[in-house]
């Protein structure tokens, strides 16, 4: 029997950066890391419809990337969607 990965929450995923490793894209998308590198030697982890569409991996030297943009399309969530402003204590 295998065990799903864990998967973010909504508010860690609007606080990732712009970029991050395939990890963190890894833990995202409820997949080990183990998998995850394995498709991202591929140039891309591929979707597993209905939960995600297939993201595509940058290769920076010895490091793989994969963008928040990237991410969010393949969750099915507007890729220019951001935290809302902390309110300021008045």
């Given at each position: 029997?295998?065990?799903?990965?864990?998967q973010?929450?909504m508010?860690?995923?609007?606080?990732?950066?712009?970029?991050?490793?395939?990890?963190?894209?890894?833990?995202?998308?409820?997949?080990?890391?183990s998998?995850?590198?394995?498709?991202?030697?591929a140039?891309?982890?591929?979707?597993?419809?209905?939960?995600?569409?297939?993201?595509?991996?940058?290769?920076?030297?010895?490091?793989?990337?994969?963008?928040r943009?990237?991410?969010?399309?393949?969750?099915?969530?507007?890729?220019?969607?951001?935290?809302?402003?902390?309110?300021?204590?008045?």
């Amino acid at each position: 029997m295998r065990v799903k990965a864990e998967q973010m929450t909504m508010e860690e995923l609007l606080a990732l950066p712009v970029a991050f490793g395939i990890r963190t894209a890894a833990l995202a998308l409820g997949l080990g890391a183990s998998k995850a590198y394995e498709y991202a030697a591929a140039g891309e982890i591929p979707g597993e419809p209905p939960r995600y569409a297939s993201v595509p991996v940058r290769r920076y030297g010895q490091e793989y990337r994969v963008t928040r943009p990237d991410l969010f399309r393949a969750l099915g969530l507007d890729p220019g969607l951001v935290r809302a402003p902390e309110a300021e204590a008045s």
